[in-house]
């Protein structure tokens, strides 16, 4: 049976949209809603169907990208690391090939097996040649575009192939700039133990300066008293001269007055030498 003949044979009213079909003269029936019974209406006019239309949900952009966002996202790797993490990287890596990969193929439900197996047996053979020629013609362009996509998939793995040798050559010139780090570190090193080295010469000459001249300070010191106490001898002992001079002095000038008196050389009217 042709889809002509069946649309001719079916005896219901014709559906339309929001759940409603069309009764005779034009009325709106209300499909029935679960358990409630479907009533009859009166016929929508071109406004109030406008209006619904414009209040249907329309999808967007960014819902639909959100939505393939959502799809990728529950999709897991087929390859994990060695702590069960999923691998990330090219797509081809995460679901296969998108032409011939496990996600590639639609599952058809039961009821649609069941339509196509009934729509085939209404075909005449003229028909099913006919589709069976457009079928070949399309298998032909998918079977273009899916070697086409093992083009890619080399593509990309030469990509991924090219990006690895990348981070090879950048880790051989940091394991060579490493190499030059310790050796320039053991040089410094080195002269930082030979400076220590002289420090340490240094500071033993700079003790034993700093001991000498302490040494030299306290001799010094002792010279300095000594020089003290003999200039307050000094000045002791010439008190006592100048002392003995000025009585020596006075002794002479005392004695020779007296001798002379004694003598009888002297001026002096009454003798004052007395000789025991």
């Given at each position: 049976?042709?889809?002509?003949?069946?649309?001719?044979?079916?005896?219901?009213?014709?559906?339309?949209?929001?759940?409603?079909?069309?009764?005779?003269?034009?009325?709106?029936?209300?499909?029935?809603?679960?358990?409630?019974?479907?009533?009859?209406?009166?016929?929508?006019?071109?406004?109030?169907?406008?209006?619904?239309?414009?209040?249907?949900?329309t999808p967007t952009r960014e819902n639909a990208g959100a939505t393939s966002l959502r799809r990728?996202?529950?999709?897991?790797?087929?390859?994990?690391?060695?702590?069960?993490?999923?691998?990330?990287?090219?797509?081809?890596?995460?679901?296969?090939?998108?032409?011939?990969?496990?996600?590639?193929?639609?599952?058809?439900?039961?009821?649609?097996?069941?339509?196509?197996?009934?729509?085939?047996?209404?075909?005449?053979?003229?028909?099913?040649?006919?589709?069976?020629?457009?079928?070949?013609?399309?298998?032909?362009?998918?079977?273009?575009?899916i070697k086409n996509e093992g083009r890619t998939e080399k593509r990309a793995l030469d990509v991924?192939?090219?990006?690895?040798?990348?981070?090879?050559?950048?880790?051989?010139?940091?394991?060579?700039?490493?190499?030059?780090?310790?050796?320039?570190?053991?040089?410094?090193?080195?002269?930082?133990?030979?400076?220590?080295?002289?420090?340490?010469?240094?500071?033993?000459?700079?003790?034993?300066?700093?001991?000498?001249?302490?040494?030299?300070?306290?001799?010094?010191?002792?010279?300095k008293n000594k020089t003290k106490e003999a200039t307050e001898k000094l000045q002791e002992k010439?008190?006592?001269?100048?002392?003995?001079?000025?009585?020596?002095?006075?002794?002479?000038?005392?004695?020779?007055?007296?001798?002379?008196?004694?003598?009888?050389?002297?001026?002096?009217?009454?003798?004052?030498?007395?000789?025991?």
């Amino acid at each position: 049976m042709s889809s002509e003949n069946a649309n001719a044979g079916h005896l219901g009213p014709e559906p339309t949209t929001n759940g409603t079909s069309e009764g005779p003269k034009g009325a709106i029936r209300r499909e029935s809603s679960g358990w409630l019974p479907a009533v009859d209406g009166p016929p929508a006019d071109d406004a109030t169907q406008r209006e619904r239309k414009s209040k249907s949900p329309t999808p967007t952009r960014e819902n639909a990208g959100a939505t393939s966002l959502r799809r990728t996202e529950s999709r897991r790797s087929l390859f994990t690391n060695q702590d069960g993490q999923p691998i990330e990287g090219a797509p081809f890596i995460t679901t296969g090939a998108g032409t011939s990969g496990p996600y590639s193929n639609a599952k058809a439900s039961e009821e649609l097996e069941s339509r196509a197996a009934s729509a085939e047996e209404s075909l005449s053979s003229r028909q099913r040649s006919k589709i069976a020629k457009l079928e070949a013609k399309e298998g032909k362009r998918l079977s273009k575009i899916i070697k086409n996509e093992g083009r890619t998939e080399k593509r990309a793995l030469d990509v991924a192939i090219n990006e690895l040798a990348g981070l090879q050559q950048m880790q051989a010139s940091l394991v060579k700039n490493e190499a030059d780090a310790y050796k320039s570190r053991s040089k410094v090193q080195t002269e930082l133990q030979k400076e220590e080295a002289r420090l340490l010469d240094a500071r033993a000459k700079h003790e034993a300066a700093q001991a000498h001249l302490a040494a030299e300070d306290e001799k010094l010191e002792i010279i300095k008293n000594k020089t003290k106490e003999a200039t307050e001898k000094l000045q002791e002992k010439s008190q006592e001269v100048d002392s003995l001079r000025r009585m020596l002095g006075v002794d002479e000038r005392e004695r020779a007055q007296k001798l002379a008196e004694c003598t009888g050389k002297s001026d002096a009217t009454s003798p004052t030498c007395v000789v025991s």
